[in-house]
């Protein structure tokens, strides 16, 4: 049978924790993201809950942290790999985690382990990404999941919605469906399925994967407190990230401001007086969506994902408000 990239993953996770544990342990799988471990250490047993992350970076870093903190304690992340900037970060943040390469940190009453600094594994090439993962693939799911129903509507809307082609919407619809992502009733039903892992997975991949061809640039305002009582929808600009937060959750006291254009280069960079800046508070990015209901802000999928992509406690806080409140009641 073919090894998986899961199943190898979990083949090195476990001759990584044979190096570390001084004892007996045991790892028992609950589904294709959790496991269980039982470490006995001295005297001592102890209950571990493990999520599987094949690639932890500092885009969707947030994310992690979000769904570890929803786990029952103590939680630890298994993953690829840990580079030593974010095993510090994870260390200073208290979150346990052990890699492929043997970097690890762990904090237990009687098992203290931190390692950092050991290099990747050299695996062998990967699995061929599917569409559905790649830039236009998630383009098409975030219209999908943003606009309940539209997935029994033409390809020819959901490629004018994503602003993908054509032809990617059947490979990418078939793709869903092979996935058990979709499931077809009749000639003209289809149904979107299983859409609170689906979301998951977006929200993992949309930092990384598409977030960085959208952006425009980064810039500084001549008065900081231009987006009060600041409505941009007349030039096609929609508030994200801390602002959309406050906008709709009152929660969140907006320091950095993340908005996307429909035109570029777009009028309120000289109505408001923007200065291009690398540090500077507004973010822009392109908005890559077309025709979904949408007020000043971006559907909450979007904010959702920009303020757990900050990796700011804050943030994610106030993101997992935005969930609870606008986004399970469509997403199950």
């Known amino acids: 049978m073919k090894q998986t990239q899961f199943d190898k993953l979990l083949e090195n996770l476990i001759q ?13 799988q609950t589904n294709n993201q959790h496991i269980q471990i039982t470490i006995k250490h ?19 870093l947030g994310t992690i942290l979000s769904k ?23 260390k200073e943040m208290n979150v346990y985690f052990i890699d492929s390469a043997g970097n690890s940190f762990l904090n237990l009453p009687t098992l203290f382990v931190f390692t950092k600094g050991n290099k990747k594994l050299q695996n062998k090439p990967s699995e061929t990404i599917r569409r559905i993962w790649r830039p236009a693939g998630l383009r098409i799911i975030f219209v999908l999941l943003s606009e309940p129903g539209l997935e029994s509507k033409s390809f020819r809307l959901i490629a004018q919605k ?23 009733i009749g000639k003209n039903k289809r149904i979107l399925k299983q859409k609170k892992e689906l979301l998951e ?23 900081e407190n231009w987006w009060i009582n600041t409505n941009l929808k007349k030039y096609q600009v929609y508030w994200s990230g801390e602002v959309a937060a406050w906008l709709l959750t009152k929660y969140l006291k907006p320091q950095k401001m993340t908005v996307y254009v429909e035109q570029w280069p777009n009028p309120f960079l000289i109505d408001f007086k923007m200065q291009k800046d690398a540090d500077g508070s507004v973010e822009v990015l392109k908005k890559f969506w077309h025709d979904l209901p949408e007020q000043n802000v971006v559907p909450p999928i979007l904010v959702y994902a ?10 994610i806080e106030v993101g997992n408000l935005i969930y609870e409140k606008e986004i399970a009641k469509y997403i199950g």
């Open 42 to 60: 001295q005297t001592r047993s102890y209950q571990l809950n493990g999520m599987v992350v094949p690639s932890v970076t500092m885009s969707n």
């Open 68 to 90: 570890l903190a929803k786990m029952e304690s103590p939680a630890v992340l298994l993953t690829n790999y840990v580079n030593p900037r974010l095993a510090d970060r994870l």
């Open 306 to 315: 920009d303020l757990l992509a900050t990796g700011d406690p804050r943030n």
């Open 201 to 223: 997975r977006w929200i993992m991949l949309f930092p990384d994967v598409l977030r960085p061809k959208l952006i425009l640039g980064k810039f500084k305002p001549k008065d």
């Open 162 to 184: 994503a602003g993908v082609a054509l032809g990617s919407v059947a490979k990418i619809m078939q793709e869903l469906k092979e996935m058990g992502f979709l499931i077809e």
């Open 16 to 28: 990584q924790f044979q190096k570390l544990v001084n004892g007996d342990f045991a790892f028992n």
